[in-house]
Nanobody
Framework: QVQLVESGGGYVQPGESLRLSCAASGDMSSINAMGWFRQAPGKQRELVAAITSEGSTIFAGSVKGRFSISRNTTSHTVYLAMNTLQPEDAAVYYC???????????????WGMGTQVTVSS
């Protein structure tokens, strides 16, 4: 079992920044990668970014150049730094533990509860 707790969401105006955190605990021996997903109302959940245990990263095309993902292996925390936020970035952001194979991220069974990001003027 892996427990994931997201934090850092909030309300920002277009062009502003936020940094999300995902604290992981439990049995992380099988975790190969961690990912951030988002889901806006009426839309499917989509991968935003992922980072492997080696530090390789994967980004959705819509956030490349604006978002970055990093991790602190000591505290088992993964961060998503989001810059130049736009209204289309508004969603509930979820953390997931999964696997990355050949540049693709495969979500695992464990998800956090999510953190809301609202972008509006």
């Amino acid at each position: 079992q892996v427990q994931l707790v997201e934090s850092g969401g909030g309300y920002v105006q277009p062009g502003e920044s936020l940094r999300l955190s995902c604290a992981a605990s439990g049995d992380m021996s099988s975790i190969n990668a961690m990912g951030w997903f988002r889901q806006a109302p009426g839309k499917q959940r989509e991968l935003v970014a992922a980072i492997t245990s080696e530090g390789s990263t994967i980004f959705a095309g819509s956030v490349k150049g604006r978002f970055s993902i990093s991790r602190n292996t000591t505290s088992h925390t993964v961060y998503l730094a989001m810059n130049t936020l736009q209204p289309e970035d508004a969603a509930v952001y979820y953390c997931n533990s999964g696997a990355a194979i050949s540049g693709n991220y495969y979500p695992g069974d464990f998800w956090g509860m999510g953190t809301q990001v609202t972008v509006s003027s």
